[in-house]
Structures are given as structure tokens and as C-alpha cells.
């Protein structure tokens, strides 16, 4: 299964060796909801260095796969990161940019409709 996400990047792990030949990587986001959720992620192998391009409190998008598995009767949960972009900000409203029903004024919004 494949997802996005777009967040606030919270922290950074360190890449940790297994093995010799396997290694990952954490990090977590903040959604940016009205309740903002804290979400670890984790990149593998080669995937481990997308993340060294970016900064802690940079906006980013996530894509992700939702992995599963179960060891000795315990059952585990895994967000594996492949993709990391820069999330574009959102565009500031100038102030030239008003509601066009603001700029009527208090009489028009004044009708006879019945609700």
C-alpha cells in the first residue's frame, strides 16, 4: 500500500547497522491538523540518506508504504519511507487579494432571502 503525507520534520535518527549488509534510518513528522500527530517513519539501505537533504522544522511530503509483519505471536507496524520532498508553502493572501463579496459591503449581504 502506498500513501503521502505532508508534515513538519520534528527529528532526525541517526542511521543504525543491523547487520553488516542492512541499515535504517527514523525520523518523525508533526501533521499539521487540528490535532497534529506525531509519526515515526523509517528509510532502509539506500534509502537512508533522502532524508540528509532536508533540515528539522522543514515542511515535507511523505510517501510511504504501510508494512506489517508478525514475530512470535506479536504483531508489528512499520511506515517505510521511499520518497521525501519539499513541501511547497502555501501562497500568502496579499491584501489586494480580498473576498469579492467583502468589497460589496454590509448592504448587499442585506436581501430578502428567507434564510
Known amino acids: 500500500m502506498s500513501f503521502e503525507i505532508n508534515g513538519k520534520l520534528v527529528k532526525i535518527f541517526p542511521i543504525e547497522s543491523k547487520t ?3 541499515q535504517t534510518r527514523e525520523f518523525v513528522i508533526e501533521t499539521q491538523e487540528n490535532y497534529p500527530q506525531l ?3 523509517q528509510l532502509t539501505q ?3 540518506s ?3 537533504a532536508y533540515q528539522e522544522g522543514q515542511m515535507i511530503q511523505v510517501a510511504f508504504d504501510l508494512r506489517g509483519r508478525e514475530w512470535q505471536d506479536k504483531y508489528f507496524t512499520n511506515l517505510q519511507a ?3 520532498n519539499a513541501q511547497e ?3 500568502v493572501k496579499q491584501a489586494s487579494d480580498t473576498d ?3 468589497s460589496l459591503g454590509a448592504d448587499a449581504m442585506d436581501d430578502d ?3
Open 50 to 52: 533522502l532524508i540528509d
Open 89 to 91: 508553502s502555501a501562497p
Open 46 to 48: 539506500d534509502k537512508c
Open 100 to 102: 469579492p463579496l467583502e
Open 39 to 41: 509519526v515515526k517513519f
Open 82 to 84: 521511499w520518497k521525501i
Open 20 to 22: 553488516n549488509s542492512f
Open 113 to 115: 432571502l428567507p434564510f
